[in-house]
């Protein structure tokens, strides 16, 4: 017999959770790949979005095609390597109204042995994988707080979990975000913020496919990797993120969602 108040196990049909109607959410990297395809489904749940990019004009492209699904998107083109950058990023998204969702999603990959690494590569991989997500995470944590909560969603990466000849910087970096997803958790569930992470797998974009690339045989290497047998598009990562940040997911947080296919099993 368990209490009359003890929370019930139906949700009454209500299915709304999974949406994101009337949220303002934020999204780096925005302008290709993975979070152009976050951008596009998250304005199909009923988000409106800003959406940043170093990248004006692919930018441009990702709002013009949130706008095509009724959605306003506020473009701020900005360079996640530097901190003050994102500040202004959050200020003009905060003008705009609370912001309920802030994914991190800006990142590039460098593939270098230690050996060849200088310090001016470690500090550009450093300052937009890690740095980027690091003050993302800061302001959005700022401007969540008094309006009591939010959700932040970063992107890490299935090399934080696997040792890889050549991405040592790449991983480290990745392997920060987890750490930080994890910490931040702690931080801020007591203010009603929730802080996940996706560690997407190999997954086909801009930087997956670079121009000059035997793409075929990369993919063919990479899907027969997954139980399931193929590589990863950016709607798969996407639908994860839209979960994580819906209410949907209110009782997850501190967790590294490895939507890889079955490619790692930590
Ligand atoms: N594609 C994969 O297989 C894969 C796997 C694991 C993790 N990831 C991660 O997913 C995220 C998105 O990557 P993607 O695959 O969509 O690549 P992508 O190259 O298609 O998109 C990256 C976006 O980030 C933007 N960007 C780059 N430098 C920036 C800067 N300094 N400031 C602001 N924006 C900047 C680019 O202009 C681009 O629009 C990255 O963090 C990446 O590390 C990708």
Same mark, same amino acid.
């Given at each position: 017999?368990?209490?009359?108040?003890?929370?019930?196990?139906?949700?009454?049909?209500?299915?709304?959770?999974?949406?994101?109607?009337?949220?303002?959410?934020?999204?780096?990297?925005?302008?290709?790949?993975?979070?152009?395809?976050?951008?596009?489904?998250?304005?199909?749940?009923?988000?409106?979005?800003?959406?940043?990019?170093?990248?004006?004009?692919?930018?441009?492209?990702?709002?013009?095609? &949130?706008?095509?699904?009724?959605?306003?998107?506020?473009? /701020?083109? #900005? @360079?996640? %390597?530097?901190? *003050?950058?994102?500040?202004? !990023?959050?200020?003009?998204?905060?003008?705009?109204?609370?912001?309920?969702?802030?994914?991190? &999603?800006?990142?590039?990959?460098?593939?270098?042995?230690? /050996?060849? #690494? @200088?310090? %001016?590569?470690? *500090?550009?991989?450093?300052? !937009?994988?890690?740095?980027?997500?690091?003050?993302?995470?800061?302001?959005?944590?700022?401007?969540?707080?008094?309006?009591?909560?939010?959700?932040?969603?970063?992107?890490?990466?299935? %090399?934080?979990?696997?040792?890889?000849?050549? !991405?040592?910087?790449?991983?480290?970096?990745?392997?920060?975000?987890?750490?930080?997803?994890?910490?931040?958790?702690h931080e801020l569930?007591?203010?009603?913020?929730?802080?996940?992470?996706?560690?997407?797998?190999?997954?086909?974009?801009?930087?997956?496919?670079?121009?000059?690339?035997?793409?075929?045989?990369?993919v063919a290497r990479?899907?027969?990797?997954?139980?399931?047998?193929?590589?990863?598009?950016?709607?798969?990562?996407?639908?994860?993120?839209?979960?994580?940040?819906?209410?949907?997911?209110?009782?997850?947080?501190?967790?590294?969602?490895?939507?890889?296919?079955?490619?790692?099993?930590?």
């Amino acid at each position: 017999m368990i209490a009359p108040d003890f929370p019930q196990a139906t949700s009454g049909g209500d299915l709304s959770v999974f949406g994101l109607a009337g949220a303002r959410v934020v999204v780096t990297g925005a302008g290709s790949g993975i979070g152009r395809a976050a951008a596009v489904l998250f304005a199909q749940a009923g988000a409106d979005l800003v959406l940043a990019d170093i990248n004006v004009d692919a930018v441009e492209a990702s709002g013009d095609l &949130v706008r095509a699904h009724g959605r306003e998107a506020l473009i /701020v083109p #900005t @360079d996640c %390597a530097c901190p *003050a950058a994102i500040d202004a !990023l959050a200020e003009q998204a905060a003008a705009a109204g609370p912001i309920r969702g802030w994914c991190n &999603v800006a990142g590039a990959v460098a593939k270098q042995t230690v /050996v060849d #690494t @200088d310090p %001016a590569d470690y *500090a550009r991989m450093l300052d !937009l994988n890690l740095g980027g997500t690091f003050w993302g995470c800061r302001a959005a944590a700022r401007r969540m707080i008094p309006h009591g909560g939010g959700a932040i969603v970063n992107i890490s990466s299935n %090399a934080a979990d696997e040792p890889i000849g050549g !991405l040592a910087l790449y991983s480290m970096t990745k392997a920060g975000v987890n750490m930080l997803t994890r910490t931040l958790a702690h931080e801020l569930g007591p203010s009603g913020i929730r802080v996940n992470a996706v560690a997407p797998g190999f997954t086909l974009t801009g930087m997956t496919a670079p121009v000059g690339t035997d793409l075929d045989a990369v993919v063919a290497r990479n899907a027969a990797r997954s139980p399931l047998g193929r590589v990863g598009s950016p709607d798969d990562i996407a639908f994860a993120m839209l979960y994580l940040l819906s209410d949907a997911s209110r009782f997850v947080t501190g967790q590294i969602w490895r939507v890889n296919g079955g490619v790692t099993m930590p």
